[in-house]
């Protein structure tokens, strides 16, 4: 089967690279409001409009990404921006909201939506509920194994995969480090990438513990998938996509191009048959050389394809450095130089302290082990001293097992590597691309009708690429002159191939030619260009006009969001008061009153439950994996009547076997994806949505009340004022939590690696059930923890403290706050149910509750994320 190769843009520049490069499909965002990569260059509607043309007539498609949570008074801005782009020529929509993906479905269904990575699906059962939503695609986490994704290819639904480029730490949409810390949220496109940076793994006394060298812990390497495209395609992928709406033009214009020749040579590969034996095996796909330099010349961190193999260990990461890595090409042999002296005021002679280029006269002599050419940057980087690197630009072309002589400012240790971080060939070539007048031409079918007595006609038909909507691919023809008999000298066919396959400064190319020429036909070439430009220009329409018929059909934009939604509102109106006045507690309109509000607990022990029940708390909710160490959906005799189970924000196919267990008929469960979500409806349980399904608008809170949801935990990077507009919207309980250290990143790779001890036996590890934390560089704490599955959770540096707006909250409608107690004793627990029900106590009685915790912070309720 064949495979979309999807590439990345930023700007015009690197779209103009990626559709040179021979890209399927383009993703790009409009506007810097609602994307996930806010900081790049993006589109501005006419750029995008000129775009989408270029893209459609080459046979590319185009999609939009607005993959991040929009807030409620965003929504009206997001659908405008859904129907401009869509009339500018979106062939689909990139969406991590559940709220905006139901008002593009009901407002515009013809159009073709994709979920997003960011809305973190990772299994079949996720896969078919976005199917059933109305996706036409999901975008699968990047760390699930090839055995998985072949599992959920056999859903039907197209699946699109990260195939190259930045690995995230953090499982997508499940990310908070860079919110938490600043303010710059990932679900909000603002992520200033907190993994990149260097931290020490410490033990209790803070002592660092980690291997040497390993100073970025939460830092992989970029994936690469070239070597196993053939397996990918085997498993059912329909998109393969490179990361990099960052990136410069050359980047895109190397990768992309370097996979699209990957995927054209396994393609010929497999012809028309069956796929050969072995090709379903990762590794079978053998990469050219060119290829593989290609790859490794533009920017990137070292290269895994370790979660397709479903690995997650050391080979994955980049612990030694976070930059660009380039290509390993050679060594130093030699190096020759001294110091510039400098003559002072009295002409006496003083060695030059300045360690600059102008400083120096040193020659170093580079053996290549890979071809380099001239212009190309290398990097000179010391083994034993990494930090006192240099780099190099290489003055002329050398092969491989050459000797290149470069001037930098001071000598270099003899075996000094050599990494060529900037490819000469790739600027160039990028350049040249984009100095095109079409950057890619569309292959065409020609056939030349020429029969004395008839119209001359030009026949185009386009080879590959998307087909129109009634099926089919696009082909348009043209008539002209009326043939006659020649006067002098006949047209061959020859004549009649070259002159209609002129086709100048069109954007088709002809790649077969069909003429049907009587004997002694005569006619001017001039009137043969101006039917073939005709036959163009036809093309062309016929490529253009279900975008075109898009201005007449496309539904105007709703004033108003969706009946679904007012229905809500009105209905949480409408329970409020029918609760008011049976005073039952319920429904979240009762919570006004901060007496009846539930106080809840998340404990990791039987112990710490027991406490914060004889400290307060109502309700218990605890993790499958500390309920049960078996997966049986039993508790434990030790753990107390009617907790509720937590189900992970992660739920992959080999997590069914301990998680389903727990969602019975009738009961609650805390969900925290769509698969469980799908799940408890399916079971008739009462599933209580967790905050890591984020609730920014109330679409999404309809959407997952449609769902099931019987309840719904709000986001920690919602602002006190967008919770009262919120809660007040919902008919199920909201709750949120108020205390305790919110969870920042959940990772597949076990950060406690980075100590450089692991036994590959989570439940014989020593480290595991120690306090161990991350230092950063400004001396902040932010403790790990680790499960009996390798994944890693890592804790906000500042615990959360909401007691002194319980009143606010309460009024706002949640009737459900939680203190998170997963990091603390039995002692702790308990002071901290105790001060919130002190809190609630002191509200209800008119008084003002204890300040805040002088540690704790207040989070995001009075200041947004952007």
């Given at each position: 089967?064949?495979?979309?190769?999807?590439?990345?843009?930023?700007?015009?520049?690197?779209?103009?690279?990626?559709?040179?490069?021979?890209?399927?499909?383009?993703?790009?965002?409009?506007?810097?409001?609602?994307?996930?990569?806010?900081?790049?260059?993006?589109?501005?509607?006419?750029?995008?409009?000129?775009?989408?043309?270029?893209?459609?007539?080459?046979?590319?498609?185009?999609?939009?990404?607005?993959?991040?949570?929009?807030?409620?008074?965003?929504?009206?801005?997001?659908?405008?921006?859904?129907?401009?782009?869509?009339?500018?020529?979106?062939?689909?929509?990139?969406?991590?909201?559940?709220?905006?993906?139901?008002?593009?479905?009901?407002?515009?269904?013809?159009?073709?939506?994709?979920?997003?990575?960011?809305?973190?699906?990772?299994?079949?059962?996720?896969?078919?509920?976005?199917?059933?939503?109305?996706?036409?695609?999901?975008?699968?986490?990047?760390?699930?194994?090839?055995?998985?994704?072949?599992?959920?290819?056999?859903?039907?639904?197209?699946?699109?995969?990260?195939?190259?480029?930045?690995?995230?730490?953090?499982?997508?949409?499940?990310?908070?480090?860079?919110?938490?810390?600043?303010?710059?949220?990932?679900?909000?496109?603002?992520?200033?990438?907190?993994?990149?940076?260097?931290?020490?793994?410490?033990?209790?006394?803070?002592?660092?513990?980690?291997?040497?060298?390993?100073?970025?812990?939460?830092?992989?390497?970029?994936?690469?998938?070239?070597?196993?495209?053939?397996?990918?395609?085997?498993?059912?992928?329909?998109?393969?996509?490179?990361?990099?709406?960052?990136?410069?033009?050359?980047?895109?214009?190397?990768?992309?191009?370097?996979?699209?020749?990957?995927?054209?040579?396994?393609?010929?590969?497999q012809g028309s048959g069956p796929v050969p034996a072995g090709l379903s095996e990762l590794g079978a796909t053998p990469v050219e050389p060119a290829v593989a330099r290609r790859l490794k010349r533009a920017f990137n961190r070292d290269f895994t394809d370790a979660y397709l193999r479903g690995t997650s260990g050391d080979e994955m990461m980049s612990y030694e450095r976070s930059n660009n890595r380039g290509q390993l090409v050679g060594e130093v042999i030699s190096s020759e130089g001294a110091q510039v002296q400098?003559?002072?005021?009295?002409?006496?002679?003083?060695?030059?302290?300045?360690?600059?280029?102008?400083?120096?006269?040193?020659?170093?002599?580079?053996?290549?082990?890979?071809?380099?050419?001239?212009?190309?940057?290398?990097?000179?980087?010391?083994?034993?001293?990494?930090?006192?690197?240099?780099?190099?630009?290489?003055?002329?072309?050398?092969?491989?097992?050459?000797?290149?002589?470069?001037?930098?400012?001071?000598?270099?240790?003899?075996?000094?590597?050599?990494?060529?971080?900037?490819?000469?060939?790739?600027?160039?070539?990028?350049?040249?691309?984009?100095?095109?007048?079409?950057?890619?031409?569309?292959?065409?079918?020609?056939?030349?009708?020429?029969?004395?007595?008839?119209?001359?006609?030009?026949?185009?038909?386009?080879?590959?690429?998307?087909?129109?909507?009634?099926?089919?691919?696009?082909?348009?023809?043209?008539?002209?002159?009326?043939?006659?008999?020649?006067?002098?000298?006949?047209?061959?066919?020859?004549?009649?191939?070259?002159?209609?396959?002129?086709?100048?400064?069109?954007?088709?190319?002809?790649?077969?030619?069909?003429?049907?020429?009587?004997?002694?036909?005569?006619?001017?070439?001039?009137?043969?260009?101006?039917?073939?430009?005709?036959?163009?220009?036809?093309?062309?329409?016929?490529?253009?006009?279900?975008?075109?018929?898009?201005?007449?059909?496309?539904?105007?934009?709703?004033?108003?969001?969706?009946?679904?939604?007012?229905?809500?509102?009105?209905?949480?109106?409408?329970?409020?008061?029918?609760?008011?006045?049976?005073?039952?507690?319920s429904a979240p309109a009762a919570a006004a009153d901060p007496s009846c509000v539930e106080v809840c607990v998340i404990a990791a022990s039987p112990e710490v439950a027991i406490a914060a029940l004889e400290a307060g708390a109502s309700r218990v909710y605890a993790w499958a994996d500390d309920l049960s160490a078996d997966g049986s959906g039993v508790p434990a005799a030790s753990w107390p009547e009617g907790v509720t189970p937590i189900l992970d924000e992660v739920c992959r196919e080999p997590d069914h076997a301990r998680l389903d267990a727990w969602v019975l008929p009738g009961a609650p469960v805390a969900v925290g994806n769509v698969s469980e979500l799908a799940l408890a409806a399916e079971r008739g349980a009462a599933p209580e949505v967790r905050g890591c399904i984020p609730v920014h608008n109330m679409s999404c809170l309809a959407a997952l009340e449609r769902a099931g949801a019987a309840a719904?935990?709000?986001?920690?990077?919602?602002?006190?004022?967008?919770?009262?507009?919120?809660?007040?919207?919902?008919?199920?309980?909201?709750?949120?939590?108020?205390?305790?250290?919110?969870?920042?990143?959940?990772?597949?790779?076990?950060?406690?690696?980075?100590?450089?001890?692991?036994?590959?036996?989570?439940?014989?590890?020593?480290?595991?059930?120690?306090?161990?934390?991350?230092?950063?560089?400004?001396?902040?704490?932010?403790?790990?923890?680790?499960?009996?599955?390798?994944?890693?959770?890592?804790?906000?540096?500042?615990?959360?403290?909401?007691?002194?707006?319980?009143?606010?909250?309460?009024?706002?409608?949640?009737?459900?706050?939680?203190?998170?107690?997963?990091?603390?004793?039995?002692?702790?627990?308990?002071?901290?149910?105790?001060?919130?029900?002190?809190?609630?106590?002191?509200?209800?009685?008119?008084?003002?509750?204890?300040?805040?915790?002088?540690?704790?912070?207040?989070?995001?309720?009075?200041?947004?994320?952007?």
């Amino acid at each position: 089967m064949a495979i979309e190769l999807l590439a990345p843009a930023g700007g015009p520049e690197p779209f103009r690279a990626a559709l040179a490069a021979g890209a399927d499909a383009i993703y790009c965002g409009v506007g810097n409001d609602f994307n996930a990569r806010r900081s790049a260059h993006n589109f501005t509607y006419d750029d995008f409009e000129a775009a989408c043309r270029a893209a459609h007539l080459a046979g590319t498609r185009v999609y939009v990404t607005i993959n991040v949570v929009v807030q409620q008074g965003e929504m009206g801005r997001a659908l405008a921006l859904v129907r401009s782009a869509a009339l500018r020529g979106a062939d689909a929509f990139i969406v991590q909201d559940w709220g905006l993906f139901a008002e593009i479905r009901r407002t515009w269904p013809e159009l073709e939506l994709h979920v997003s990575t960011q809305a973190n699906v990772h299994d079949a059962r996720g896969t078919a509920w976005a199917r059933a939503q109305g996706a036409h695609r999901v975008t699968l986490s990047r760390e699930l194994s090839l055995k998985e994704i072949r599992r959920i290819a056999e859903e039907g639904v197209e699946l699109e995969v990260f195939g190259h480029g930045a690995l995230c730490f953090c499982y997508s949409g499940a990310c908070l480090m860079s919110s938490m810390a600043g303010g710059r949220s990932a679900n909000r496109g603002l992520c200033a990438q907190p993994c990149r940076l260097p931290y020490d793994l410490v033990d209790e006394s803070g002592r660092a513990i980690e291997a040497e060298g390993r100073t970025r812990p939460l830092c992989p390497k970029d994936a690469c998938t070239a070597q196993d495209v053939g397996a990918l395609m085997d498993a059912g992928v329909g998109s393969l996509k490179v990361e990099g709406r960052m990136k410069a033009p050359d980047y895109v214009w190397s990768v992309v191009g370097a996979y699209r020749e990957q995927i054209d040579d396994v393609l010929a590969a497999q012809g028309s048959g069956p796929v050969p034996a072995g090709l379903s095996e990762l590794g079978a796909t053998p990469v050219e050389p060119a290829v593989a330099r290609r790859l490794k010349r533009a920017f990137n961190r070292d290269f895994t394809d370790a979660y397709l193999r479903g690995t997650s260990g050391d080979e994955m990461m980049s612990y030694e450095r976070s930059n660009n890595r380039g290509q390993l090409v050679g060594e130093v042999i030699s190096s020759e130089g001294a110091q510039v002296q400098r003559r002072d005021g009295r002409g006496n002679l003083h060695r030059d302290p300045r360690q600059g280029r102008r400083s120096a006269r040193c020659t170093v002599r580079v053996r290549v082990s890979e071809p380099v050419g001239a212009g190309d940057l290398l990097e000179l980087r010391p083994v034993d001293n990494p930090d006192a690197f240099l780099t190099a630009t290489v003055p002329e072309d050398v092969p491989a097992g050459g000797t290149v002589e470069c001037r930098v400012a001071r000598p270099m240790p003899v075996g000094c590597p050599a990494r060529l971080i900037r490819s000469r060939a790739a600027h160039d070539g990028s350049d040249a691309a984009l100095a095109r007048e079409v950057p890619r031409r569309r292959p065409v079918c020609v056939r030349v009708v020429a029969r004395v007595g008839q119209p001359f006609c030009v026949e185009l038909a386009c080879v590959g690429g998307p087909e129109l909507s009634g099926g089919g691919l696009p082909h348009a023809a043209a008539e002209g002159f009326v043939v006659e008999p020649a006067r002098t000298k006949a047209v061959t066919r020859e004549d009649l191939v070259a002159h209609v396959g002129r086709m100048g400064g069109s954007a088709f190319e002809p790649v077969s030619f069909d003429v049907e020429l009587d004997e002694g036909c005569g006619m001017g070439f001039s009137a043969v260009h101006k039917v073939r430009a005709a036959a163009c220009e036809a093309l062309e329409r016929a490529i253009l006009a279900p975008y075109a018929e898009r201005a007449t059909s496309l539904a105007p934009q709703p004033s108003e969001l969706s009946a679904a939604g007012a229905r809500t509102a009105a209905g949480a109106r409408a329970a409020g008061a029918r609760v008011a006045a049976s005073g039952s507690a319920s429904a979240p309109a009762a919570a006004a009153d901060p007496s009846c509000v539930e106080v809840c607990v998340i404990a990791a022990s039987p112990e710490v439950a027991i406490a914060a029940l004889e400290a307060g708390a109502s309700r218990v909710y605890a993790w499958a994996d500390d309920l049960s160490a078996d997966g049986s959906g039993v508790p434990a005799a030790s753990w107390p009547e009617g907790v509720t189970p937590i189900l992970d924000e992660v739920c992959r196919e080999p997590d069914h076997a301990r998680l389903d267990a727990w969602v019975l008929p009738g009961a609650p469960v805390a969900v925290g994806n769509v698969s469980e979500l799908a799940l408890a409806a399916e079971r008739g349980a009462a599933p209580e949505v967790r905050g890591c399904i984020p609730v920014h608008n109330m679409s999404c809170l309809a959407a997952l009340e449609r769902a099931g949801a019987a309840a719904v935990w709000l986001s920690p990077e919602l602002t006190l004022e967008e919770i009262s507009s919120l809660a007040p919207a919902a008919t199920v309980p909201v709750g949120l939590v108020v205390s305790g250290r919110p969870r920042v990143m959940t990772s597949e790779h076990c950060v406690l690696q980075t100590a450089g001890a692991c036994i590959h036996d989570c439940a014989r590890c020593r480290l595991r059930p120690r306090r161990l934390s991350l230092r950063d560089r400004d001396g902040k704490l932010l403790p790990v923890r680790t499960d009996l599955h390798g994944r890693s959770r890592i804790y906000d540096a500042f615990p959360l403290d909401l007691t002194p707006q319980v009143g606010e909250l309460a009024r706002a409608g949640v009737s459900r706050m939680a203190v998170d107690a997963t990091l603390l004793d039995g002692s702790e627990a308990a002071f901290a149910v105790t001060r919130l029900v002190r809190a609630l106590a002191a509200v209800s009685a008119g008084r003002k509750p204890a300040p805040r915790d002088r540690h704790a912070t207040s989070g995001h309720l009075f200041t947004g994320i952007g």
